[in-house]
Structures are given as C-alpha cells and as structure tokens.
C-alpha cells in the first residue's frame, strides 16, 4: 500500500508539474527563401553611401546535415558596385556553427590576403525567434573591401527586417559562377 501511495503522489506531482515545464521547441534551420530589408552604409569611389531600405533576397541551402551553407544573395541596389550589387544574386558559401541556425560567410571569390585583409563580401547570419511573434527572422551582416581595385572602398549591411517567405530548400549549389 506504501508503494501504492508513493507511486501515486509521484504521478499526481508530474501531472500537475506539466503545465509548468515549457514545451521544447527546436528552433527554425536556416535552410530557405528569406526577405526583407536591409540598411547600407559605406564610401564608394570617394563618395559616401547610406541607403535605408535596401530590399534583400537570400536563399539558402545547407549541405551535409547542416554545416556547408550555399547562399544566393540579392541586394537590390546600384549604389555598392559589382561585388554587392544586384540582381543577379551574389554567391557565398560558409559554414553553420553545428546547430543549424547561424553561420560564418564569404562570397565566392572572396580572397584573404597578409595581415588579416581581404577583397570580396564576408558576414554573417543567424535565425532567431521571439516569444508571441510567429515566424523567424533573419539577422546577419555583409562587409565588403575592395584591397585591389580600389582600397578606400568599404560597405557594411546590417539586416533589418528579414524574414522566411519559404522554408522550402532552394537547391542552392556550391558553384561560383563566373
């Protein structure tokens, strides 16, 4: 009877426990079709850029459960030149910090020279989630240098209101286009 008891308070104290212990949800991958705007700030050829706004498409592929990222970029503008310019999209590939959900990029081209220097576009992107707001969004930035053509030129964007139009995987591959 003792048992009886004992086995029957512990099941009366989980049921009433239950609603207490918040469901686990897994949060969203970052495979998918994500859309919003962005807002650019930078010196190009001597001039200063500051666009608000930019509308942003970027489609996103993961390979290989999920670490190798494949990205297609597209930054509706005129205003950075041709390695941040678009359409067309502009190809990146990374890698996931192992979770799915946030990753390291450059485009493709993108080459690193001495003393932590680069020419091409790198960043990154994260998906997260809020308590009430029913989808995800997408946070991330771009940094783009140009050491060879033009070493005063520098463009960094900061995502702003992105969010998944598709969670369908895009089939990005990991070519680089020409």
Same mark, same amino acid.
């Given at each position: ?21 918040r ?8 495979? +998918?079709t994500? #859309?919003?705007?962005? &807002?650019?700030? @930078? ?9 608000? *706004? /930019? ?14 990222l494949n990205?297609?970029v597209?930054?509706?503008?005129g ?15 990374g ?6 959900k946030? +990753?390291?990029? #450059?485009?493709?081209? &993108?080459t690193? @020279? ?9 960043? *990154? /992107? ?48 990991d070519?680089?286009?020409?």
């Amino acid at each position: 009877m003792k048992n009886f008891i004992i086995v029957s308070s512990a099941l009366v104290g989980i049921l009433l426990m239950g609603p207490l212990v918040r469901e686990a949800t897994a949060d969203p991958p970052l495979t +998918g079709t994500w #859309s919003g705007t962005a &807002t650019c700030t @930078g010196v190009v050829a001597d001039s200063l850029k500051d666009p608000e *706004d /930019v509308p942003i498409t970027i489609a996103i592929s993961t390979v290989a459960n999920p670490v190798n990222l494949n990205l297609d970029v597209t930054l509706t503008t005129g205003d950075f030149g041709p390695l941040l310019n678009g359409p067309p999209a502009q190809r990146y590939h990374g890698k996931s910090n192992g979770n799915g959900k946030a +990753g390291k990029i #450059s485009q493709c081209g &993108t080459t690193f @020279g001495p003393k932590r220097s680069f020419t091409g576009v790198i960043g *990154d /992107v994260k998906v997260l989630t809020k308590k009430n707001v029913p989808s995800p969004f997408l946070t991330g930035k771009l940094l783009a240098l140009d050491d060879v053509l033009d070493p005063d030129d520098a463009v960094a964007c900061v995502f702003d209101h992105v969010v998944r139009t598709s969670a369908t995987d895009p089939l990005v591959d990991d070519s680089c286009p020409p």
